[in-house]
């Protein structure tokens, strides 16, 4: 593994540690971040359609230039929602 790798893979996991704690400290943003991949997730671009929404909505920003730990994020929202439609 290269050091740009490393140093890549460092920077991912910073990230979502910066959004763990700040979901940690506001957790109603989980209850809205579902609620907005629930509305979405039967849409061609699920994923900008939510990050847009959340975005606008709630102090966690996606810029339209997702880095790798946006789009890590989006993608477990919306097998979250997936896995809960799949109960029912």
């Avoid at 809205?32 to 629930?38: C, V």
């Avoid at 997730?41 to 847009?52: C, F, H, R, T, W």
């Amino acid at each position: 593994m290269s050091i740009a790798e490393i140093k890549n893979k460092e920077r991912v996991i910073n990230e979502l540690l910066r959004f763990i704690r700040k979901v940690l400290v506001e957790p109603e943003i989980s209850e809205k971040a579902l609620e907005i991949a629930r509305k979405h997730i039967g849409d061609k671009n699920a994923a900008v359609l939510i990050a847009e929404e959340l975005s606008s909505t709630t102090n966690v920003k996606i810029p339209l230039e997702q880095s790798d730990a946006d789009r890590l994020f989006l993608e477990l929202l919306i097998d979250v929602v997936r896995d809960e439609k799949a109960l029912y």
